[in-house]
């Protein structure tokens, strides 16, 4: 009965007129007991949460990005077409269409709630319809396109909306924050959900999520000279909401002292089956705050979906292996210990651990679901034979430098891992905090970094120095570029950082740099990549991959030539199809 309704209200929710099934003739004209009309459904507080679990399927997942292609980066080796600055002007946009298709299902349970008799039994679901309105307006059109037309409510065909002028930013991310405000309200805070409602949004994530708009929007403004007053406003507001959460105590970092300091590598591939050494399951993640919830089986999610995984061997960037510190908390080019490109693994040692919890270092074995999976979890000669082969840096890139941090490492179907996909987690929150209080003060104090930053920082490397202003005065370290490395180096796979580059106003100076991958001349790479034959390589000899070097002898895999963003990048264009059908709309600047 539950799917029938679902899928009945769907065709509601988008607009349609619901057919009624024919019956046999009899004196009285019955609604077959299998459907749904609009009529006879919204009567139970019931029904309009059965309406609010569709919503769930508009966050970010494994399977659903964001249309503006927030994966593309400078951190990862294929940047695509939005990142490298080559995207054009399309006729038709599924980003746009689902953002007002999912709009429109926000406020028709937004209107239906109007008419609801017992407006207390069902405030919840009004908040969470609240949420993902601003959720879509935000992740979807306001960071892809700017100010969008605003649809408030459930409109007909010929509503003014339909050819409305586009909104300014300013009132779009008012209409976003006012609506996040209105959630936090009536949200149950995470404490007081049920153990069969887990998941669903809290008043927290709430919160979370509007520190995340307000810290965006406020460094938007603030690097490109806008009013000091309104985002000082809005950095005060991340600040307020982060702070919220934090001291909430609803939340934990995933750390069990089991794991030591690859604590961060299982958080990603946590499921309930057995799926680390420690046999530790989601039970005991208190990280995230909001998250699409995997489960293996049938692959079903407890909010529905499906899941796919990044394999080992993915490319990095030389740029994310740089962002990496050394262990005594100072970048590459100021570190105090040994650093050197010589061997394949030397750049790799006495580094923040997460560098070997995320990326792959060369001749060392990993597991990966499918094929190569963990025998007994104790690394004995019976679990090591049955690894993947000491990974070859060129076998599924062109970088050298390979990611793992999504690769399952128990026996299981690739697309059937049941781990969780992060929406919102505590460390984003504590960065997120970090970075407010320094933008908004122009300083941090070391007791706000203890308390947010270093706490993330630390979780894994707990001998590491703590970030600190002695340390950064005393090694000529800037703040804000320590504060962005953590949050770089912390967030890598989470598909942050093209947003970030946006909103701190230099994507368009990071982005045009060329792509590079490992230093290779007079390098380990150089000598054991040497066979240019045709046959058989000699004994511990490889083949020379297709490779490009720049003047340094450093692999480029993508040169600066083809780097093409400018400022016209810093948003997308509307699509055509909509231009046509709203004579009022006006062009993003430079794609007119």
């Given at each position: 009965?539950?799917?029938?309704?679902?899928?009945?209200?769907?065709?509601?929710?988008?607009?349609?007129?619901?057919?009624?099934?024919?019956?046999?003739?009899?004196?009285?004209?019955?609604?077959?007991?299998?459907?749904?009309?609009?009529?006879?459904?919204?009567?139970?507080?019931?029904?309009?949460?059965?309406a609010a679990n569709g919503f769930y399927n508009y966050l970010r997942s494994f399977s659903n990005g964001n249309g503006d292609g927030h994966g593309g980066s400078d951190l990862g080796a294929d940047r695509g077409a939005?990142?490298?600055?080559?995207?054009?002007?399309?006729?038709?946009?599924n980003n746009y269409n689902d953002a007002y298709k999912w709009i429109r299902n926000c406020n028709y349970l937004l209107a239906k709630a109007k008419e609801y008799s017992k407006p207390e039994e069902i405030k919840q679901y009004v908040a969470e319809a609240k949420f993902f309105r601003a959720y879509i307006y935000f992740d979807k059109l306001l960071t892809s396109y700017?100010?969008?037309?605003?649809?408030?409510?459930?409109?007909?065909?010929?509503?003014?909306?339909?050819?409305?002028?586009?909104?300014?930013?300013?009132?779009?991310?008012?209409?976003?924050?006012?609506?996040?405000?209105?959630?936090?309200?009536?949200?149950?805070s995470e404490g007081a959900i049920g153990a069969g409602d887990k998941g669903r949004v809290s008043k927290e994530a709430a919160q979370a999520f509007l520190g995340r708009v307000a810290l965006y929007e406020g460094t938007w403004q603030k690097f490109r000279n806008g009013n000091a007053t309104r985002y000082n406003a809005l950095l005060d507001k991340a600040i307020t909401n982060s702070k919220a959460v934090i001291?909430?105590?609803?939340?934990?970092?995933?750390?069990p002292a089991v794991l030591g300091d690859s604590a961060l590598k299982y958080l990603f591939i946590l499921e309930n089956q057995k799926s680390n050494p420690a046999n530790i399951?989601?039970?005991?993640?208190?990280?995230?705050?909001?998250?699409?919830?995997?489960?293996?089986?049938?692959?079903l999610k407890t909010i529905p979906g499906q899941i796919s995984f990044g394999a080992i061997g993915a490319d990095m960037s030389r740029k994310m292996a740089d962002l990496y510190l050394c262990n005594d908390g100072l970048p590459i080019n100021k570190t105090k210990t040994a650093f050197s490109r010589a061997t394949l693994t030397s750049e790799y040692q006495n580094r923040d651990n997460r560098m070997r919890y995320y990326m792959c270092i060369p001749g060392y074995p990993y597991?990966?679901?499918?094929?190569?999976?963990?025998?007994?979890?104790?690394?004995?000669?019976?679990?090591?034979?049955?690894?993947?082969?000491?990974?070859?840096?060129?076998s599924n890139g062109t970088t050298g430098y390979g990611n793992q941090q999504w690769a399952a490492e128990r026996q299981v179907p690739n697309s059937q891992e049941g781990y969780d996909f992060p929406v919102i987690r505590l460390a984003e929150v504590f960065l997120n905090y970090a970075e407010a209080v320094y933008e908004r003060n122009g300083s941090i104090s070391d007791a706000d970094l203890d308390k947010s930053l270093n706490l993330v920082r630390n979780r894994i490397n707990a001998a590491m120095p703590k970030l600190s202003n002695d340390l950064v005065t005393v090694n000529g370290l800037d703040m804000r570029e320590e504060i962005r490395r953590e949050r770089a180096v912390e967030l890598q796979g989470e598909g942050f950082r093209m947003?970030?580059?946006?909103?701190?106003?230099?994507?368009?100076?990071?982005?045009?740099?060329?792509?590079?991958?490992?230093?290779w001349t007079g390098t380990e790479y150089e000598t054991i990549y040497s066979?240019?034959?045709?046959?058989?390589?000699?004994?511990?000899?490889?083949?020379?991959?297709g490779i490009t070097l720049d003047a340094n002898g450093d692999v480029v895999t993508d040169p600066a030539s083809e780097r093409k963003f400018t400022e016209k990048n810093y948003l997308i264009p509307i699509p055509t199809n909509q231009m046509q059908l709203n004579p009022n709309l006006v062009q993003n600047p430079g794609w007119q």
């Amino acid at each position: 009965m539950k799917k029938q309704l679902l899928k009945y209200l769907n065709i509601i929710m988008a607009g349609a007129v619901l057919a009624t099934i024919p019956s046999c003739k009899k004196a009285l004209d019955l609604t077959p007991q299998d459907a749904v009309t609009d009529a006879t459904f919204w009567k139970q507080a019931t029904e309009f949460k059965l309406a609010a679990n569709g919503f769930y399927n508009y966050l970010r997942s494994f399977s659903n990005g964001n249309g503006d292609g927030h994966g593309g980066s400078d951190l990862g080796a294929d940047r695509g077409a939005l990142a490298r600055g080559t995207n054009t002007v399309v006729a038709n946009d599924n980003n746009y269409n689902d953002a007002y298709k999912w709009i429109r299902n926000c406020n028709y349970l937004l209107a239906k709630a109007k008419e609801y008799s017992k407006p207390e039994e069902i405030k919840q679901y009004v908040a969470e319809a609240k949420f993902f309105r601003a959720y879509i307006y935000f992740d979807k059109l306001l960071t892809s396109y700017g100010g969008v037309i605003l649809v408030k409510d459930l409109i007909g065909l010929d509503a003014p909306e339909t050819t409305a002028a586009r909104s300014s930013r300013e009132e779009t991310i008012d209409f976003i924050i006012q609506d996040l405000e209105a959630a936090i309200a009536d949200l149950p805070s995470e404490g007081a959900i049920g153990a069969g409602d887990k998941g669903r949004v809290s008043k927290e994530a709430a919160q979370a999520f509007l520190g995340r708009v307000a810290l965006y929007e406020g460094t938007w403004q603030k690097f490109r000279n806008g009013n000091a007053t309104r985002y000082n406003a809005l950095l005060d507001k991340a600040i307020t909401n982060s702070k919220a959460v934090i001291e909430s105590n609803q939340f934990a970092l995933f750390k069990p002292a089991v794991l030591g300091d690859s604590a961060l590598k299982y958080l990603f591939i946590l499921e309930n089956q057995k799926s680390n050494p420690a046999n530790i399951t989601k039970a005991a993640n208190k990280e995230y705050i909001l998250a699409v919830r995997y489960e293996s089986n049938n692959l079903l999610k407890t909010i529905p979906g499906q899941i796919s995984f990044g394999a080992i061997g993915a490319d990095m960037s030389r740029k994310m292996a740089d962002l990496y510190l050394c262990n005594d908390g100072l970048p590459i080019n100021k570190t105090k210990t040994a650093f050197s490109r010589a061997t394949l693994t030397s750049e790799y040692q006495n580094r923040d651990n997460r560098m070997r919890y995320y990326m792959c270092i060369p001749g060392y074995p990993y597991w990966q679901n499918a094929t190569n999976w963990h025998i007994n979890w104790d690394w004995s000669p019976v679990d090591l034979a049955n690894a993947r082969p000491p990974h070859d840096e060129w076998s599924n890139g062109t970088t050298g430098y390979g990611n793992q941090q999504w690769a399952a490492e128990r026996q299981v179907p690739n697309s059937q891992e049941g781990y969780d996909f992060p929406v919102i987690r505590l460390a984003e929150v504590f960065l997120n905090y970090a970075e407010a209080v320094y933008e908004r003060n122009g300083s941090i104090s070391d007791a706000d970094l203890d308390k947010s930053l270093n706490l993330v920082r630390n979780r894994i490397n707990a001998a590491m120095p703590k970030l600190s202003n002695d340390l950064v005065t005393v090694n000529g370290l800037d703040m804000r570029e320590e504060i962005r490395r953590e949050r770089a180096v912390e967030l890598q796979g989470e598909g942050f950082r093209m947003d970030d580059l946006k909103r701190w106003y230099i994507a368009h100076i990071e982005l045009n740099k060329p792509m590079l991958g490992v230093h290779w001349t007079g390098t380990e790479y150089e000598t054991i990549y040497s066979y240019t034959g045709t046959g058989t390589p000699p004994a511990g000899i490889k083949k020379r991959p297709g490779i490009t070097l720049d003047a340094n002898g450093d692999v480029v895999t993508d040169p600066a030539s083809e780097r093409k963003f400018t400022e016209k990048n810093y948003l997308i264009p509307i699509p055509t199809n909509q231009m046509q059908l709203n004579p009022n709309l006006v062009q993003n600047p430079g794609w007119q």
